[in-house]
């Protein structure tokens, strides 16, 4: 019994320093050792929207003069894809683009002041043609790519890259016209007219002309614009300020802080050592939720993506209370400590699965049919939803397991009353604990138990 005590005991002190380490990472930066690396922290190195950041958005519109409205859902997807490929291969990696609504398009930008740069970047669309004798033989309607490069002959052009189809094609119109000029026309305007000295079917064009790299670079802006699978019009724009955004998180993460301290605080006062046990499994969810928030490329965090985690703080410790409380319960029917604890988390597991369940499948709607902000507080909902449905029904009951090896006779300890004139149950098995584990972590399957019937007369 003493060495099952010293070996809890062990676990317990082990875990505590896991989760304090964990704690660490995820909450304090520091400069590593003999290396010029600094380390942000999880908490540091989640990724913010503009909302917390700062920067600018732009709301797009399909266009009035769209002339064709079929299979529109895939265009759009379509057109978000190459939008968002454009802008970050400016440099901007934290943009996003995302559908809103059934026409429209998001853009957001963080760190981007002067919506003027937003515009330049995704520019003015711009149509392009391939004329052989006045004749247009290829449009910019496969065009997958296009960017400023460098050539030592030509000094700065375009460099085009077709999609598979319209590399074929431009093969095939090279290879047929050798010896012929080729007009590159541009909104109408000839750009360049080069001759075709042999057939180009690496679909890897160039634009060559008197170009700088800001016009060239403008160019391939303009006309990638042009290859979007749908007319754009811009219909709002704004900037948000980085110190508004700087406040309403620092204002969102000392309210988290002290609402945390708070709830370990009355968890340990209603509860006492399963509120100690549920404190540091507590702890640990919050570590793993700042890592995943970190380590997932999808995720950014917005104003209503804190509301989804303060939420999902509050259901980790819904849960928790449900367990303790239904433990309570069995003990005052006259169960010992160690059968109440068994009890208690196998009878209110379904109510915990059946909430969270219902509570992920809301979160996932929201991620699939709301806009940027709604689906910010979906994604963070989610995440934390599943990191808290695994810490109370896994976490907390492994804890507390090893805590009634230390203790499983002092029901002060744990909080537990019950009336003067009701007798213990004895345990049908003094090795129930082994016996239901066994059974697996959560033991479904039914047991009788006649509640009625009270030996020596009990009275519940």
Request: aromatic content about 4%.
């Given at each position: 019994m003493q060495?099952?005590?010293?070996?809890?005991i062990i676990k317990l002190v082990l875990a505590s320093l896991i989760v304090a380490v964990a704690l660490f990472f995820a909450l304090v930066p520091f400069d590593v050792p003999f290396t010029n690396y600094k380390y942000t922290s999880f908490a540091g190195g989640i990724k913010l929207g503009i909302d917390l950041k700062g920067?600018?958005?732009?709301v797009y519109?399909?266009?009035?003069?769209?002339?064709?409205?079929t299979n529109l859902d895939t265009r759009l997807d379509g057109t978000v894809t190459r939008l968002?490929?454009?802008i970050t291969s400016k440099g901007y990696m934290e943009a996003t683009v995302s559908r809103e609504g059934d026409t429209r398009i998001r853009v957001e930008v963080p760190d981007l002041e002067n919506p003027k740069e937003l515009f330049e970047i995704i520019g003015e669309p711009a149509t392009l043609e391939f004329r052989i004798e006045s004749e247009t033989v290829l449009t910019g309607d496969t065009i997958k790519d296009a960017y400023a490069a460098y050539t030592n002959e030509h000094g700065y052009v375009v460099q085009l890259i077709f999609d598979s189809l319209g590399a074929k094609k431009f093969g095939e119109i090279t290879q047929n016209n050798i010896g012929k000029a080729m007009e590159i026309v541009v909104n109408g305007q000839t750009i360049s007219s080069p001759s075709i000295q042999s057939a180009i079917t690496d679909g890897r064009p160039i634009i060559t002309g008197s170009f700088t790299y800001e016009s060239a670079d403008k160019l391939a802006n303009q006309i990638v614009s042009g290859a979007f699978d749908v007319k754009l019009a811009l219909i709002e724009s704004s900037v948000v300020s980085p110190t508004l955004g700087v406040n309403a998180l620092t204002t969102s993460l000392i309210a988290c802080a002290i609402g945390l301290i708070g709830i370990i605080i009355f968890l340990c006062v209603l509860y006492r050592a399963m509120g100690a046990m549920s404190t540091i499994s507590l702890l640990l969810f919050v570590s793993l939720y700042l890592f995943f928030l970190w380590a997932l490329p999808w995720v950014q965090l917005t104003l209503p993506g804190i509301a989804g985690i303060i939420l999902s703080i509050g259901m980790a410790?819904?849960?928790n209370i449900i367990i303790f409380e239904r433990i309570k319960d069995e003990y005052k029917l006259g169960k010992s400590i160690n059968a109440s604890v068994i009890a208690g988390f196998r009878r209110s597991l379904s109510a915990i699965i059946d909430a969270n369940v219902t509570t992920i499948i809301a979160a996932i709607i929201l991620i699939a049919i709301g806009s940027g902000s709604v689906r910010g507080f979906g994604i963070t909902w989610l995440i934390g939803?599943?990191?808290s449905m695994f810490c109370s029904l896994v976490i907390t009951r492994a804890l507390l397991k090893n805590m009634l090896k230390i203790n499983k006779n002092n029901p002060a300890l744990y909080n537990l009353k019950r009336e003067d004139d009701v007798i213990e149950i004895p345990d049908e098995d003094e090795d129930t604990d082994k016996k239901d584990s066994r059974r697996g972590l959560f033991p479904f399957g039914k047991k009788k138990e006649n509640r009625n019937k009270q030996p020596g007369g009990a009275q519940v």
């Open positions: 060495k099952h005590k010293k070996r809890a920067g600018i958005y732009a519109d399909i266009a009035d003069d769209e002339p064709d409205r968002h490929n454009m410790v819904d849960a939803v599943i990191i």
